[in-house]
């Protein structure tokens, strides 16, 4: 199974841009990168996917190496709302969860 | 649009008994995934329902069990509990099972207590 890897824990001042890393240096060709987010006390919530190009939408950026083996979730003006644990998963139909990272957004 | 529901929300057990949990999936999604998160960890892969068959299975054993039915809600059952199954599960709705890149939508949960 492929796996990723990713920091336990991060830190960031609200208002300031966020980069999340993950390594999946096992990543195969059909594997899609999937960002999801859970708040306490609640279930996770979807973030942002791709294949192999950047990509865009409302919540956040994800960008994506060339060699497809790291990515990057970009939260460009974080909130206090964003404080999460964040989940990188390479899924091709099933989701295979990490221990993901915790962010906290310091006012 | 009614997103994933998931009951009861919270369950007290005894170690040996029977529960059933169980799941509403989002308007339009024919796909069930469920999951088990313990405290501090991510959630964990079940099984997967599509079309009331199961799609695939994660590496719990078989006292672990579900059923989806015909209006592609679903339920979750889990024989002979042990202290270890104490966990939030997670259900998780989709739109078609094994398209690749699909994105899950996960309800609320059920925070199980066994003692």
């Known amino acids: 199974d492929a796996k990723t890897t990713q920091p336990n824990s991060m830190e960031s001042n609200e208002e300031e841009p966020v980069h999340l890393p993950c390594n999946h240096s096992?990543?195969?060709?059909?594997?899609?990168i999937h960002w999801y987010r859970q708040l306490p006390s609640q279930g996770p919530e979807y973030v942002i996917h791709g294949l192999t190009s950047n990509v865009n939408n409302r919540m956040a950026s994800l960008a994506i190496a060339e060699d497809r083996k790291s990515s990057t979730l970009i939260l460009h003006r974080a909130t206090l709302r964003d404080a999460a644990v964040y989940y990188c998963?390479?899924?091709?139909?099933?989701?295979?969860f990490g221990a993901g990272t915790r962010l906290t957004v310091k006012p | 649009e009614t997103g994933v529901t998931q009951s009861p929300t919270h369950l007290i057990k005894t170690r040996g008994q029977q529960v059933t949990l169980r799941c509403s999936s989002q308007s339009g999604h024919n796909t069930v995934s469920w999951y088990q998160q313990a405290l501090g960890q991510g959630p964990q892969f079940i099984f997967q329902y599509y079309r009331e068959e199961e799609n695939g299975r994660g590496n719990f054993p078989p006292r672990f069990s579900g059923l989806q039915f015909p209006n592609y809600s679903s339920e979750l059952n889990v024989n002979a509990l042990e202290l270890d199954d104490s966990a939030l599960y997670l259900c998780?709705?989709?739109?078609?099972?094994?398209?690749?890149?699909?994105?899950?939508?996960f309800g609320p949960g059920t925070r199980l207590l066994v003692l």
């Open positions: 998780a709705s989709s739109p078609l099972a094994g398209a690749p890149g699909e994105t899950q939508y």
């Open positions: 998963i390479l899924s091709h139909w099933d989701m295979r």
């Open positions: 096992t990543i195969s060709g059909t594997d899609y």
